[in-house]
Structures are given as structure tokens and as C-alpha cells.
């Protein structure tokens, strides 16, 4: 019988872990209240004769499970081809229209922003004639009850025609969607989950040890945001959805390469326990360790749905199969690196559910480390480095609290320039590395800082973000960088070992001795539809490729590292290299790399 949880936890102090640039770190900006929501209270019209909307199972969750498939039959006297089924959490929602309020609110304007849709014929090929259809669709635990509803009118006229009765989990409090994250020290693990539980109502905490060993607890500490943390719309409006309660539990003294089992909970003042599903985890090797490290390496992917039916801003086609394959290979992954554009949520809150929902097969098995992108953090008069609108008002408030980032950094949405306090950090970092216990150095950012051939950029006059590898290319160099990462253009691009515009070795599959450039890559494919290329490629492009994909780094040891980037469709290899490097080509000098020296010396 397990024993009873502390009725309070002592604070855990937080210290930064110097980290790559992969981290994100938000501002919530103020504003007016604008709550659209409140100025239109919920209202249904009555059904025509006829019309109707049935969902079941009403009950969902019975069997302990997270997500359940739902089966919605309809009917319409007087059918369209662009009636449609909208998905309503909570159940009681408002059908009035709001008018869009920046580029990111798309139709259909309603003020209660479902969270999916589908047209009525979707599965139902005569339902334009004889008015009658059935969907299935999949709905996840996200704490609120669920209603279905049928419109006519398309997506830009909708007029509601009849909506079904509620549905929901038997608990949508339970705890959900574990997301593992390396801690801050290299043998501790977080673990940061979603429920429905304030610490007013129950305790949060894991159970957890060496797999066949004795368990223990530890406490969880619990954080949520508001309306009005949002920096504007649609994220504090129409499409406001409370994200729960966000818990984090610290995982401490892990043994090295030991396997472990962890398993969530939330003891309620009655004493019982609400249990969410078991899991399992490797701890990380001890530092300098010469031992096999596998990590994954993309950005932009943002979520989709696998019942084929629509969400706002739905442009991230290939995020499933960006997914599935990592799922498939997770036994030879050991951490994954999502470097920014995670949800593209882009203020519609109820998505951020979607999304750890869709990754938690892998983030509940190995640390899925995130950054901020521009949907992620943009907003004007926020302190980004960006006054453009790409987050949708959330201003980086979600992502910061969604997972866990273990170093207190900036990310390229805020300055990097020198004198920056991200340039201080940046340098800090690279400076500080012990390449005899670390010979790999990978710098990681969102927005492109060094070289792409894509078509937005030329249309710039420009190959990068400007200043972006004016102001960091003499670090790199100076702290021989082996690989410089990035997302944001959506697709693949490697360059030549290049410093200054210029290749100082030529392109290869295999790079030998000592460090003479940085090798920049582009692997922003995750998902989100694709960027185009310039028809002629730069001298220092050496490979490309238009199509969903992710990189995957394989250190074998302290003097082989393999670099592939692979297809999302069927997990091939398009591109790899291998770098093969002893301790002394890491200590000798090279193009701007040598310290100063006299004739004496």
C-alpha cells in the first residue's frame, strides 16, 4: 500500500543549466481586456424539424484511456454541400460571429472558436441529397466536456442547425501527456504534465525509481496563465481556452544509463489517488562518458489531426509522419531538440492540448527539448526582437509554460547582436565547453543566423536574418562550432565547412582532422507546409531538398559523429555525413581560430 503524500512540498530553487540556444524564454505582455466572449452570452437556436446531431459514446475514458474515437451521425431537411460539423469544448458554446481581429483569425468567426471541424460530407458522399451523415472523430481528454454541431452556410456564412448533447471523459481532470526534459545538471530528469487539479484539490507528484527497484516519490510544483496574460488577439479572445493546471516534478541523483519507471499522480484530500499511465525513461550518461548519444534535430512541425478533420491555421501537412517516424525509431533516439514553430497554435489555445497529446508517445519516453519560434513568442510591444503578429497574441506565454526549459536563455526572437544579453549568454556558452568530456559543439536557433537558398530571403536581398551571421559568425569560428542548426525555412539545406560567405573545404560526405568551418544546416521540414528555393544554388550550398524531414545525430563516441537527415514519409536517408576528429584536431588552430602568439612564444 503506498504511503500518503506530505499535505505541503518545499520549494524547489531552480538554477540555470548552461544549454544550447534551443531554449525560450517569454515576456507576457498587458493590454485592454477585450473579451469578445463576454459581450455575447452563449445562445442555440431550436433545431428545424428534422435536424439533429448525435455523439457516442457520451462517456469517454472508461477504460483509463487518454483519447477515445467519437461517432457522430446528423441529419439536415435541407442539406448543402457546405454544411459542416464543428467541435465544441466546453460544450456550451457561443455560435454568434465575432469579426477577425488580426491575420491569424480565420473563418469560421464564431466566438467560440471550435476546436475542429469537418464538412458534414466528408465520409458521407450522398449526404447533399439525402441529408444524412456520420463522422468519426477522435477526441482527447482536455478537461472540459465536448458538443457537436452542424451548420449551414460554409465556413464564412455558418448558421447554426442543430447541436448534440455533451460528451464527456468519465474524469477530465486526470493527469495527462507526460513531457520528459533534461534537468538542470546532467542526472536529473523533469517530468511536466497537464490536469484539471489546483493544488486546492489535490497534491501533484510522481512515483518513481530504477525499474524492479523500490519507488519513490517526489513532489510536483504547479503553475497555470490567464486571459489576461495574453498578449492580444485571437489567444485572449475568441480563442482563450484555459490550459488547466501545468505541473513539473524534478527527478534527481539518476544513475547512469540505468533504466527507470515513473508513473503520475494527484492524491486528493480524501486520500485517494487519481493515477495517470505508467512510463518509462533511460537516465543520460555520466559527462565525458565515451558512449552512444542519438539525438533528433528538427523544427516547425506544429500538429494535425488523424481523423483527417480541419483546425485553425492548418497548414503543418506532413506533422503526422513527422511523428510516426520518430515513433517507430524511439529505441534509437535519446533526446529530441524541436527548435521552435512547436504548435503553431498561433493563439488557439485548445491546440497546445492537441499538440502534447500528439508528441506524448515520444516526450514521455525520452526529453523533447523545445525553443521559441515566431509563432511561438512574436508580438508587438512585447520585447520581441519582431513587432509582427505571428504568435496570435500569445506571446510566447504557452510554449514557456508547456514544457520545461532547463536554461533561463533569450532565443533568436529576441536580439543577438553583440552586447546583447543573448550574444553574452551565447559566448558564455560556446567559451565554456569542455571538449575533451564534449568534442561535439552544435549550435541550435529557430530563425536562420547563417545561410539558406529560400526564396523569402532572396526576396530580402539577403541569405539569413540580417545580422545574423554578421554578429555570431566569429564566435562560431572562434569556438570551432562544428554544426550551426536551424529551422524556420520549411525544408532542408546544407552547406559547404563555411566562414565569411566562403567555403574553406569543399563539401564532402566525410570530414576529417581538424575543425575548419562550421557546417550550417537547415532542417525546418518538420511538418509546416514547404518553402521554395532559389532555382540557382549559392556556392556554398551543397545540398537541398524541398520535402518533410529531420536530422538525426548519432555520436558514437568521443571521435565519430554520423549526421543524417531523413525523410519523414518512410524515415530513408537523403543526406549524411560523418566527422572524424581526436582531442588534438580539436586543440589545433585554425582560420581565425588560433590564439594570439609572439616569437618568444
Not at 317 to 338: A, E, G, R, Y
Not at 424 to 450: M, N, T, Y
Not at 458 to 474: F, H, I, K, V, Y
Request: charged share 20%.
Amino acid at each position: 500500500m503506498m504511503q500518503s503524500l506530505p499535505r505541503t512540498a518545499a520549494a524547489v530553487s531552480v538554477y540555470a543549466l548552461v544549454a544550447l540556444i534551443a531554449a525560450g524564454a517569454a515576456v507576457a505582455g498587458g493590454g485592454e481586456h477585450n473579451n469578445m466572449l463576454d459581450r455575447h452570452p452563449p445562445r442555440h437556436r431550436r433545431a428545424p424539424p428534422g435536424a439533429f446531431v448525435d455523439a457516442s459514446p457520451a462517456l469517454l475514458g472508461l477504460e483509463g484511456k487518454d483519447r477515445e474515437w467519437v461517432t457522430v451521425t446528423y441529419s439536415n431537411p435541407k442539406p448543402s454541400k457546405d454544411d459542416w460539423i464543428g467541435v465544441f469544448s466546453p460544450a456550451n458554446f457561443n455560435d454568434s460571429i465575432c469579426p477577425s481581429e488580426n491575420q491569424w483569425v480565420e473563418a469560421p468567426l464564431l466566438c467560440t472558436a471550435p476546436i475542429k471541424f469537418q464538412f458534414a460530407n466528408y465520409t458521407s458522399r450522398n449526404y447533399e441529397h439525402t441529408g444524412k451523415g456520420s463522422l468519426r472523430l477522435q477526441l482527447i481528454n482536455q478537461r472540459e466536456d465536448f458538443s457537436f454541431a452542424l451548420f449551414s452556410g460554409g465556413l464564412l456564412n455558418p448558421k447554426l442547425i442543430a447541436h448534440s448533447k455533451s460528451v464527456t471523459f468519465i474524469n477530465p481532470k486526470a493527469p495527462v501527456y507526460p513531457r520528459l526534459a533534461q534537468g538542470n545538471s546532467w542526472n536529473e530528469m523533469t517530468v511536466t504534465w497537464t490536469s484539471g487539479y489546483s493544488t486546492n484539490e489535490a497534491t501533484p507528484f510522481v512515483r518513481w525509481g530504477i525499474q524492479g527497484q523500490i519507488q519513490i516519490l517526489s513532489p510536483a510544483g504547479t503553475l497555470t496563465f490567464s486571459r489576461n496574460t495574453m498578449c492580444g488577439p485571437p489567444a485572449r479572445t475568441v480563442c482563450w481556452r484555459d490550459p488547466g493546471f501545468i505541473h513539473t516534478s524534478f527527478l534527481r541523483d539518476l544513475w547512469p544509463n540505468f533504466m527507470y519507471s515513473y508513473q503520475i499522480g494527484h492524491q486528493l484530500f480524501d486520500g485517494s489517488i487519481v493515477w495517470g499511465h505508467q512510463y518509462g525513461f533511460k537516465a543520460p550518461p555520466y559527462p565525458g562518458e565515451d558512449s552512444l548519444q542519438r539525438v533528433v534535430i528538427f523544427g516547425d512541425m506544429g500538429k494535425a489531426e488523424v481523423d483527417g478533420s480541419n483546425e485553425f491555421n492548418d497548414f503543418e501537412p506532413c506533422s503526422l509522419n513527422t511523428t510516426n517516424q520518430l515513433i517507430k525509431d524511439l529505441k534509437n533516439v535519446d533526446m529530441v531538440f524541436h527548435f521552435g514553430d512547436i504548435t503553431y497554435a498561433n493563439g488557439y489555445l485548445s491546440q497546445w492540448d492537441q499538440f502534447t497529446a500528439q508528441v506524448e508517445p515520444i516526450a514521455s519516453t525520452v526529453p523533447y527539448m523545445v525553443g521559441s519560434g515566431n509563432h511561438e513568442r512574436d508580438w508587438p510591444g512585447s520585447g520581441s526582437f519582431y513587432g509582427n503578429l505571428d504568435s496570435g497574441g500569445e506571446c510566447g506565454v504557452p510554449a514557456q509554460n508547456m514544457f520545461y526549459v532547463p536554461a533561463e536563455n533569450p532565443n533568436t526572437e529576441l536580439d543577438w547582436r553583440p552586447g546583447t544579453e543573448q550574444y553574452k549568454f551565447i559566448e558564455h556558452c560556446l567559451s565554456s565547453v569542455d571538449r575533451q568530456k564534449q568534442p561535439w559543439l552544435i549550435f541550435l536557433a529557430h530563425r536562420v543566423l547563417g545561410y539558406s537558398s529560400a526564396t523569402f530571403y532572396a526576396d530580402e536581398g539577403t541569405t539569413e536574418e540580417p545580422m545574423g551571421r554578421e554578429s555570431l559568425q566569429s564566435l562560431w569560428q572562434k569556438y570551432k562550432v562544428d554544426i550551426a542548426m536551424y529551422g524556420h525555412v520549411h525544408g532542408y539545406e546544407r552547406t559547404c565547412p563555411v566562414y565569411e560567405n566562403v567555403c574553406v573545404a569543399k563539401g564532402s560526405d566525410r570530414y576529417i582532422g581538424a575543425f575548419t568551418a562550421t557546417t550550417h544546416v537547415v532542417v525546418g521540414g518538420g511538418g509546416a507546409s514547404l518553402a521554395d528555393y532559389t532555382a540557382a544554388p549559392a556556392r556554398w550550398s551543397h545540398a537541398r531538398d524541398r520535402d518533410f524531414g529531420f536530422a538525426k545525430l548519432t555520436a558514437f563516441n568521443h571521435t565519430t559523429l554520423l549526421f543524417e537527415y531523413k525523410k519523414s514519409r518512410d524515415g530513408s536517408v537523403h543526406d549524411r555525413f560523418t566527422v572524424s576528429r581526436d582531442y588534438r584536431d580539436v586543440l589545433a588552430c585554425g582560420v581565425d581560430n588560433c590564439p594570439s602568439a609572439t616569437l618568444a612564444s
